[in-house]
T-cell receptor, first 114, second 108 residues
Framework: KAGVTQTPRYLIKTRGQQVTLSCSPI?????VSWYQQTPGQGLQFLFE???????NKGNFPGRFSGRQFSNSRSEMNVSTLELGDSALYLC?????????????FGQGTRLTVV | GQNIDQPTEMTATEGAIVQINCTYQ??????LFWYQQHAGEAPTFLSY????GLEEKGRFSSFLSRSKGYSYLLLKELQMKDSASYLCASVGDYKLSFGAGTTVTVRA
């Protein structure tokens, strides 16, 4: 059984550019959530999707957006990149997104903004 | 929110036992996860507790008390490879809320 797949693994972008990250959940999982991890702030919740609907959103500016497709794959987009957006972006997949079962993480996308 | 508190650092000797405590706010709580994260890598799933009591998985065990808003992860027979950050996370409102992580250092 394949795990959670995130692409790309590494990315270098320039300030002001935009970026799209992809996450394919474990087969059968319908919930995908996104997190930003930085040394200073730890793991911070960005948003969660279930059956193409965003059910919760963290305290991030509107430059951060996401979506989920009918096959449960999810993308997140960051526009007008800032140096502070440099981080490890992780997605987690689970059956429900509301507990009751395990939640597994992908390997993450390490974004560097220069 | 689900304010999660866990110690910042712990050090133990190879072969010993270490217990990492975690406290959380109980409102909107649907379960408690523990993850292990090595430097530069993604978190890997260790355990999930939703009912009170102890769950044992080999050298790792996790305990939950919902009424007290308290959990712990017990690492037995410590090995050098167990040196990592251990993250406590509660689930509720369709998200995981993480503690800052406990860095465990295993010394020979």
């Amino acid at each position: 059984k394949a795990g959670v797949t995130q692409t790309p693994r590494y990315l270098i972008k320039t300030r002001g550019q935009q970026v799209t990250l992809s996450c394919s959940p474990i087969s059968g999982h319908r919930s995908v959530s996104w997190y930003q991890q930085t040394p200073g702030q730890g793991l911070q919740f960005l948003f969660e999707y279930f059956s193409e609907t965003q059910r919760n959103k963290g305290n991030f500016p509107g430059r951060f957006s996401g979506r989920q497709f009918s096959n449960s794959r999810s993308e997140m987009n960051v526009s007008t990149l800032e140096l502070g957006d440099s981080a490890l972006y992780l997605c987690a997949s689970s059956f429900t997104g509301q507990g009751g079962a395990e939640a597994f993480f992908g390997q993450g996308t390490r974004l560097t903004v220069v | 929110g689900q304010n999660i508190d866990q110690p910042t650092e712990m050090t133990a000797t190879e072969g010993a036992i270490v217990q990492i405590n975690c406290t959380y706010q109980t409102s909107g709580f649907n379960g408690l996860f523990w993850y292990q994260q090595h430097a530069g890598e993604a978190p890997t799933f260790l355990s999930y507790n939703v009912l009170d009591g102890l769950e044992e998985k080999g050298r790792f065990s996790s305990f939950l008390s919902r009424s007290k808003g308290y959990s712990y992860l017990l690492l037995k027979e410590l090995q050098m490879k167990d040196s990592a950050s251990y993250l406590c996370a509660s689930v509720g409102d369709y998200k995981l809320s993480f503690g800052a992580g406990t860095t465990v250092t295993v010394r020979a």
